[in-house]
């Protein structure tokens, strides 16, 4: 008989991965659009996932999944994830399918059966689970409530750090010249016209990449760089608390886009996170841990796990 097939998906605002292989090695590797469900809808999601898995299927030689590993922001609710396993057990053709929070595939990555992750790519959002299983997510309001330090974030702050500049009601910044190349405009008036009405959420977030190129040698950038560093530090502070972590060393993975090796926001939330103090002088350690792999490795990794429940997976 063939080797069981595992799938691990990670479900981000930009695009999907997702990755098939058996017990021992990978297999096959696809991408496709973005599939979050809170902006592309469950139809979205249902398309982008069939396309990435057909990609990763295809180069496996298209055998039978025997489980999948979904990691998705913003599917906390139980309603919510109950709605997607039954939409990717049907474009999977298999009933073992786990849903959980992309801070999960992180943690795996990392190689943490437990901890702190933080990402931050189109999105963001900080997401803690404790050796007992009590899960706890911070921030992944989507871009309208919240994703603060995240590439859409990020870029809004450059969009309006540009448009006062203009009005002299802020610093001058490069940004009032990179922004609008990116956006293919001619100068900043221009932005009024591109920018309404709204682009797609990860179009906007990809300015994000232009105000971290800019932030060694812009003040206005590198300013927004640490804004953002700020709020994601704030959210992982509070998912430690929650947790009951207070006083404690606690391990932190940062996964996304904008965290990867050699970024500047990676850099200020390095710095900002150490030596953290907490209430009545005690102190804990947080230490941000080397993510090594794209987060689909995670999902890969959960999904081969060998204690599948008799009666179906639920989701975690």
């Known amino acids: 008989m063939p080797e069981p097939l595992y799938l691990g998906v990670d479900v981000g605002g930009s695009k999907t991965v997702c990755l098939v292989g058996d017990r021992a090695a990978v297999l096959g590797r696809g991408e496709a659009g973005p599939a979050n469900p809170n902006t592309a809808g469950i139809d979205g999601f249902r398309r982008s996932l069939t396309e990435a898995a057909r990609g990763a299927l295809d180069a496996a030689g298209g055998r039978r999944v025997t489980a999948a590993w979904i990691g ?37 990555t990392a190689g943490l059966a437990y901890g702190i992750a933080v990402v931050a790519g189109t999105g963001s959002s900080v997401y803690g689970l404790r050796p007992d299983g009590l899960e706890v997510t911070v921030g992944g309001w989507g871009h309208l409530l919240g994703d603060e330090g995240s590439g859409h974030d990020i870029a809004r702050r450059a969009l309006r ?38 682009p797609p959420v990860a179009e ?28 994601l530090a704030t959210a992982v502070r509070a998912c430690r608390d929650r947790l009951g972590w207070i006083g404690q060393d606690v391990a932190v993975a940062a996964g996304g886009g904008l965290l990867a090796p050699g970024s500047p926001l990676l850099a200020e939330l390095a710095a900002q996170l150490s030596g953290t103090h907490v209430a009545d002088d005690a102190e804990g350690v947080v230490q941000l841990v080397s993510v090594h792999g794209e987060p689909a ?15 179906g997976p639920s989701d975690t």
């Open 72 to 108: 998705i922001a913003g599917s906390e609710g139980a309603r919510m994830r109950g709605d997607l396993r039954a939409v990717a057990a049907e474009a999977l053709h298999t009933d073992a399918v786990w849903i959980s929070h992309d801070g999960r595939l992180v943690l795996a």
């Open 161 to 198: 750090a540009v448009t006062q500049a203009a009005d002299g009601r802020a610093p001058a910044t490069r940004l009032g010249e990179a922004i609008p190349r990116a956006l293919g405009v001619p100068d900043v008036p221009a932005l009024r016209r591109r920018c309404y009405p709204a």
């Open 204 to 231: 906007v977030a990809r300015l994000a990449a232009v105000v971290l190129e800019l932030a060694a040698d812009d003040e206005v950038s590198a300013s927004i760089v640490r804004g953002a560093a700020t709020d």
């Open 297 to 311: 490795t995670g999902a890969l990794a959960l999904a081969r796990r060998e204690q599948w429940p008799r009666a």
